[in-house]
C-alpha cells in the first residue's frame, strides 16, 4: 500500500512538472543563480581580506600609545595612516616579559624613503616571527643587518618598485610622506633584499632599531625628559620610545585578561586585540598574564 501511494504521488509530480515546465525551468535557474550569487560575493570577500592582509597576519595583537585601535593596527601591521604616538620603551619590556606573551617585537616609525617607510625594530622580526605558521621572513639575496649598524633590510616590493640591491646606499627621509627637501644625513647601506611574501611586509624597509634612534633629528622622550642620542654613548633603556610592540600571545584566553588589564588601566597605552587571523594550536598552557603593568 505504501509503495503504491508513493508511486502515485511521484506519477502526481511529474505530471505537474510536465504541465509547468517553464515555471518549474525559471524557478530551478533561478534558485541555483541564487546559490551561485551568494557562493561568488563570500568568494570574493576572502580573496579581497587576504588580498588586503596578505592571508594570516601572523601577530595577535598590537600595543601602541593610546587612542583608536583602528589606527593602530592601520599604521602597525598594514604601514597605513600615521603613528597615534609614542609609548616608553619599559612597556615592550613589561611586555616581553610577561609570561603569556610567546613574543614581543618593537617597531619605531617616522621616517621613509621615496614614500616608503623605515620601520625600526629588532633581529627578532627575521629570526623568530613567522608571518604564517612555519614561515619566517627569508632574504633572496644578501644577509640580514647588523643591530648596531646603520644597515637595512629591503621587503621585496619596496626593491622592485626602487631598483634596489645589496650594496646600494641611501638617505632616509623625515616623515611617512616623501619630501625632497626632508633627506636625513644618515646613510644606509642595503644587505638584504627579502623574498616575497605577498603580506604588508615587502612594503617596509628594516632598519636597527638603535639606528633608528640616532638619525638626526630624533629625540627620546621615555623617561618624560627629552634625551638626544649620541654617538658612540649607549641609549639607556628608560629613555627609550617605541611607536608599538607586535604581539603573539601563548593562549587566546590570556589575551583577553591582558587586553582588559591594559585598554581599562590608565592613559598610555591602548592593546588592539583581536587582529583577525587563525589561533595557532599550541601545547603551552597559561594560567593568564601576571607581573607588574606599568
Not at 260 to 268: A, K, R, T
Request: charged letters at 15%; a positive charge.
Amino acid at each position: 500500500m505504501m509503495w503504491e501511494r508513493l508511486g502515485a504521488l511521484w506519477l502526481l509530480v511529474r505530471r505537474s512538472l510536465r504541465q509547468h515546465r517553464l515555471s518549474t525551468t525559471l524557478t530551478a535557474a533561478c534558485v541555483a543563480l541564487s546559490v551561485g550569487l551568494v557562493m561568488a560575493v563570500f568568494s570574493i570577500q576572502a580573496q579581497s581580506r587576504d588580498a588586503f592582509t596578505g592571508g594570516a597576519i601572523g601577530f595577535d595583537a598590537v600595543l601602541g600609545a593610546r587612542g583608536s585601535q583602528l589606527q593602530l593596527v592601520l599604521n602597525s601591521i598594514f604601514h597605513l595612516e600615521t603613528s597615534p604616538g609614542n609609548i616608553p620603551y619599559r612597556y615592550y619590556k613589561a611586555i616581553q616579559r610577561n609570561p603569556a606573551v610567546a613574543l614581543a617585537i618593537p617597531y619605531a616609525v617616522g621616517d621613509n624613503y621615496h614614500g616608503y617607510r623605515l620601520v625600526g625594530t629588532e633581529s627578532s622580526i627575521f629570526t623568530d616571527f613567522e608571518y604564517q605558521v612555519g614561515k619566517k621572513l627569508q632574504t633572496a639575496s644578501g644577509r640580514f643587518f647588523d643591530p648596531q649598524a646603520k644597515e637595512a633590510v629591503v621587503g621585496s616590493y619596496v626593491a622592485h618598485k626602487l631598483g634596489m640591491k645589496v650594496g646600494d646606499t641611501f638617505h632616509p627621509y623625515h616623515g611617512l610622506i616623501y619630501d625632497p627637501s626632508a633627506m636625513h644625513a644618515e646613510i644606509f647601506t642595503v644587505v638584504g633584499i627579502l623574498e616575497p611574501t605577498g603580506t604588508p611586509n615587502d612594503r617596509v624597509i628594516w632598519i636597527p632599531l638603535d639606528s633608528f634612534y640616532r638619525i638626526a633629528g630624533h629625540v627620546l622622550r621615555g623617561a618624560g625628559t627629552v634625551y638626544t642620542p649620541k654617538e658612540g654613548v649607549v641609549i639607556p633603556d628608560e629613555d627609550k620610545e617605541v611607536s608599538s610592540v607586535m604581539i603573539k600571545f601563548r593562549e587566546p584566553e590570556s589575551a583577553m585578561v591582558l587586553s582588559q588589564m591594559i585598554n581599562s588601566q590608565g592613559s598610555v597605552a591602548t592593546l588592539a586585540w583581536p587582529i583577525p587571523r587563525s589561533w595557532p594550536s599550541s601545547s603551552t598552557r597559561s594560567a593568564g598574564p601576571t607581573g607588574c603593568w606599568p
